[in-house]
């Protein structure tokens, strides 16, 4: 079990449900970042006690700045410098990942040039920057643990058997929408589209759980994460959230992890890994299960998924500008000002017209990644 974490995002949905894990397991914050939300954090440092804290939002951290004056507690400079000097504290052992977005980019690296382990629930990171992020895991020797619930399902079922593995079993719900055509999908709402029927998540994670961008992003993640060719991952629809991946051996043995669909579960792992401990989670009652499902998914009603997926293939840029695109489209369809379906259409386009570049460099995948959301703005525009 790791002894003292910062926690990137701590009062985001992953990051709460990490807090409320190092709580009640005892674990020591070194440091808590946000965005904006100074009222929760100042809840969260009453409990954890961090030393250093920032705030990404500049009128925020003023107010950060304020509040804790002549507290003793440190506070970061606003935006990405303060969560790379989060990441790269002396005396914390382990960085949870919790931002969303491509912002987790930088700080993940400095959090493994720095040695820490990554408890890792930025998919972004690996998505766009993937195979950066792992060579340079590999030189410094930085642990990276998946928080992902599939992704940290695959880990479980592949440890000792990384040179066994044929095929990885990819499990998604299919979303509230499962089986709706894009004419049905039209008219989805923002509303709609945040009821993930088994999951509570925030808002941009349960939009790309919908559209199923979110398994296509999970794809690329994990080719990253276990060093797995496109042709080794199959894709399932599993609606009932109880087996969160399999993997299949080289023998046809599959192994499954089954569990109730709470993100506590993973978070801890990541956190106790190799051990494990008593976690407040309920526990799952096989008796009480109707039944499980497993369907292939169609990619004709779900052109996030498949757009993806041909993006695993191509790589270089590509998945770069996919995550920014997506990003961008959703963020403006919360807004309401891009439909449902447009969410698709405005990757699609930007994947187009951005230059793509097959072997980047690090300043290359940064600079898709700010052309593709500058193209999705003034597309809308």
């Known amino acids: 079990m790791v002894d003292k974490v910062v926690i990137l995002g701590s009062t985001g949905s992953i990051g709460r449900q990490s807090v409320e894990v190092c709580r009640r397991l005892g674990i020591k914050a070194a440091a808590l970042t946000t965005n904006k939300n100074i009222g929760l954090l100042m809840e969260q440092i009453k409990v954890l006690r961090p030393e250093y804290v920032s705030a990404f939002d500049k009128d925020a951290s003023e107010r950060l700045r304020a509040e804790l004056e002549g507290t003793g507690v440190t506070v970061g400079p606003p935006g990405e410098a303060g969560l790379i000097e989060a990441a790269s504290l002396e005396g914390a052992d382990c960085v949870v990942t919790a931002v969303s977005g491509a912002v987790g980019l930088r700080p993940t690296l400095a959090a493994i040039e720095a ?15 993937g195979t950066v992020v792992m060579r340079r895991a590999r030189e410094t020797g930085a642990e990276i643990v998946p928080v992902d619930s599939e992704h940290s399902a695959i880990f479980q079922c592949l440890s000792g058997r990384a040179g066994e593995l044929r095929r990885i079993l990819l499990t998604g719900s299919g979303g509230p929408f ?12 923002p509303e709609q589209a945040v ?15 919908a559209t199923m961008m979110n398994k296509g992003l999970e794809f690329i993640e994990a080719m990253h994460l276990f060093s797995a060719r496109p042709e080794d991952i199959e894709v399932l629809i599993h609606p009932e959230s109880v087996v969160h991946s399999a993997v299949e051996l080289v023998d046809g043995t599959v192994i499954a992890q089954l569990g109730v669909p709470d993100m506590a579960l993973p978070i801890q792992y990541a956190l106790t890994w190799p051990e494990r401990c008593e976690s407040a989670s309920a526990r799952l009652d096989m008796t009480a299960l109707s039944g499980l499902h497993f369907l292939k998914p169609d990619y004709e009603k779900l052109p996030c998924l498949a757009l993806a997926m041909d993006c695993a293939k191509r790589g270089g840029t590509a998945p770069a ?4 695109a997506n990003e961008a489209a959703v963020a403006l369809f919360l807004a309401r000002r891009l439909g449902y379906n447009e969410i698709y259409d405005c990757v699609a386009a930007a994947l187009g017209s951005i230059d793509f570049i097959a072997e980047p460099s690090l300043e290359d995948i940064l600079a898709a990644d700010t052309a593709a959301r500058a193209f999705v703005r003034e597309r809308i525009s």
């Open 195 to 209: 009821k993930h029927p088994n999951w509570s998540m925030g808002a941009k994670i349960s939009v790309d759980s």
């Open 321 to 324: 500008v996919l995550s920014a």
């Open 115 to 129: 040695k820490k382990r990554i408890a890792l629930a930025n998919k972004e990171t690996l998505v766009c920057a």
């Open 178 to 189: 499962r089986g709706w055509s894009r004419e049905q999908t039209a008219g989805v709402t």
